[in-house]
């Protein structure tokens, strides 16, 4: 072998273990780093070491970190809202009925508690949401339901979903996640369902009833009103009537009377008539005369 072959075999091997060496940099560069990004909250914590309290030694970190994998691991937890479609529940009122609740809860991790959060649960955020925060769920449902009866509860389901939010807030802010949004659907037992639609009927063919009532007395106050005006139109026209006889009679009776006595005069005057001064005069003597 020629001493040019001898170097450009050297050289290539040279090139090898550059190009190896970079590879195991990447590959070390790349198992101690890791990227936290805004929508994210990193926890740094050491694998080995516990404070005095039986907690892990652990920090938030965010943006590019590097650590040591043999002895430090990085957790991330998501800072943006979650939402959980959680499976019904079934709970019991104070008179032993029982509802169906549907819940729909919306919530954010705070940022300032996820190292507390960590370090106790340990647990990733969809794990937490069908474990503690479905107990709260149920606990809230439960407690809020024995203060009510059945038809409390129907009457009053907006105050029972703000008692139980409530509670959320309450139990689920001291652990560090925020609730943004709570919604149930409720749905009472089938026998409440029933009853509550035979109510609802009754009311309606109630009203329906008092409707035909005040529409019967609302005819027949027409028909008395009617009956009042047709009565006062004949009476004002009868005695227009007896008014225009009564006239007619007092101006035709002197007639009447006159006519009657020419009727029947048979042409002979009285024997005896008086001048309207108490003087009488004997007409017979005169016609002897």
């Not at 149920?138 to 129907?154: G, H, P, Q, V, W």
């Not at 009868?238 to 007619?248: G, L, P, Q, V």
Request: some cysteine.
């Amino acid at each position: 072998m020629t001493k040019s072959a001898t170097y450009v075999k050297l050289n290539h091997k040279g090139l090898y273990i550059t190009l190896g060496l970079i590879f195991l940099l990447a590959v070390m560069i790349g198992s101690c780093t890791k990227m936290v990004d805004n929508s994210e909250i990193g926890i740094k914590f050491k694998k080995f070491s516990l404070t005095e309290q039986g907690e892990l030694v652990s920090t938030q970190v965010s943006g590019l970190t590097f650590y040591n994998p043999i002895t430090t691991k990085i957790f991330t937890y998501p800072v943006y809202i979650q939402r959980v479609d959680y499976k019904p529940f079934t709970v019991t009122t104070k008179d032993a009925a029982v509802f169906s609740m549907d819940p729909l809860l919306a919530y954010q991790l705070d940022r300032a508690k996820a190292s507390y959060v960590f370090n106790k649960y340990r647990r990733s955020l969809p794990e937490i949401e069908q474990g503690y925060m479905r107990t709260c769920i149920y606990d809230a449902y439960r407690i809020c339901a024995n203060n009510y009866t059945s038809d409390e509860l129907m009457g009053n389901r907006a105050r029972f979903e703000q008692e139980v939010r409530t509670m959320l807030e309450k139990s689920l802010g001291d652990e560090g996640f925020k609730v943004s949004e709570f919604t149930s659907q409720i749905t009472p037992p089938q026998s409440l369902s029933a009853a509550i639609e035979a109510k609802n009927q009754a009311i309606q063919e109630a009203l329906k009833a008092e409707n035909l009532v005040k529409q019967a007395e609302a005819n027949a106050q027409i028909a008395i009103a009617k009956a009042r005006g047709e009565a006062e139109a004949t009476k004002v026209k009868a005695d227009a009537e007896a008014y225009y006889n009564r006239t007619i009679a007092a101006s035709l009776s002197p007639m009447i009377v006159q006519e009657d006595w020419i009727e029947k005069w048979d042409g002979h005057l009285p024997d005896v008539v008086g001048n309207g001064s108490g003087m009488m005069f004997n007409l017979g003597d005169l016609k002897k005369q």
